[in-house]
């Protein structure tokens, strides 16, 4: 793998895009579709598409592991959003809801909701559960040694 590029997902089709670092900024757009690899909020991936965007993918993913019935995840959604503005093209952010995708709650050990997992080419590299503000998130994401 070249240093200097990340293998991207695109949130779209789920074409792999390999993008030069110094280009990142730039608004990349997909090789197939020619849509924006990066949209400025979350994806919400299920098991399907899981593993393209934390195995295949080498740019950092953090996940925010949920539920539609519970009330500090709900509280959370929106600060997820603009967290994903600001994270956004140094890493990739995502929600998976863990009643539709129990699966994938398992494999990661969910035990409480909201969490936020923070992978690196399918590793957990930092785990936080509760809810957070905005600030606290983006604060919370580039503090891991990536």
């Known amino acids: 793998m070249d240093l200097d590029a990340h293998l991207i ?3 779209h089709c ?4 390999r993008v030069p670092v110094e280009r990142l900024a730039e608004a990349p757009q997909c090789g197939r579709c020619h849509d924006a690899l990066f949209t400025g909020v979350p994806l919400a991936l299920g098991e399907a598409d899981f593993d393209r965007h934390a195995l295949r993918s080498t740019l950092p993913l953090l996940v925010d592991f949920w539920a539609p019935w519970c009330g500090p995840c709900l509280q959370m959604a929106p600060h997820f ?4 503005g600001v994270l956004e093209p140094a890493m990739r952010l995502a929600k998976v809801d863990t009643d539709a995708s129990p699966g ?8 409480s909701i909201p969490t936020m997992v923070l992978l690196q080419g399918g590793r957990e590299i930092a785990r ?8 606290g998130i983006v604060r919370w994401a580039r503090g891991r040694d990536l």
């Open 104 to 111: 994938l709650g398992n494999r990661f050990g969910i035990r």
């Open 128 to 135: 936080q559960s509760g809810a957070m503000q905005a600030e």
């Open 9 to 11: 997902a695109c949130p």
């Open 81 to 84: 959003e603009r967290a994903a």
């Open 14 to 17: 789920a074409a792999m895009n």
